[in-house]
């Protein structure tokens, strides 16, 4: 039988490295409108997320949002929409992304509590569930499938 591997690749998947950081989560980089940035990998998370504070890093434009925000021990937390961003991941990538901002000093107050390294945000169920992803975890990685070229 081949190995899991062999076959999404043969399957147009393509395979990203995931790091386990010191709180047990998955890490993973990726480019928001072509600037690369740490984000953790939330399969609980339904959206993908930037803190507040990486607005204009990652060049992003925003508008209020009626949408609260909760998570990791905080509820009901102020949120903003930006809409019509590009996400890249290794050779995977999509436009018209909807990210949701909110204040991720609760994350990464918990992170460096931990000694792990802070994040730019969250990648979520959204791009998870867009890209077909397979996580593979034991061997640290996801696989996320390439569009076909027809």
């Not at 959206?47 to 949408?67: A, H, P, Q, R, V």
């Not at 909760?70 to 903003?80: F, I, Q, R, S, V």
């Not at 730019?120 to 569930?129: E, M, Q, R, T």
């Amino acid at each position: 039988m081949a190995s899991m591997k062999k076959f999404l690749l043969k399957k147009n998947y393509t395979k990203i490295p995931l790091v386990l950081t010191a709180t047990n989560h998955f890490e993973i980089v990726a480019k928001i409108n072509g600037i690369t940035g740490r984000f953790i990998l939330d399969t609980g998370a339904s959206n993908t997320c930037i803190g507040f504070d990486k607005l204009k890093f990652f060049n992003l434009t925003s508008k209020e949002s009626k949408i609260k925000a909760a998570g990791a021990g905080a509820t009901n937390m102020e949120t903003l929409i930006s809409t019509k961003n590009k996400i890249q991941i290794g050779d995977w990538q999509k436009n018209k992304l909807k990210i949701v901002l909110f204040d991720l000093v609760h994350v990464n107050e918990a992170l460096t509590a931990h000694k792990a390294l802070p994040v730019d945000g969250i990648i979520g169920a959204d791009v998870l569930k867009k890209a077909k992803a397979i996580i593979d975890y034991n061997k640290s990685c996801v696989y996320l499938k390439l569009k076909t070229v027809k």
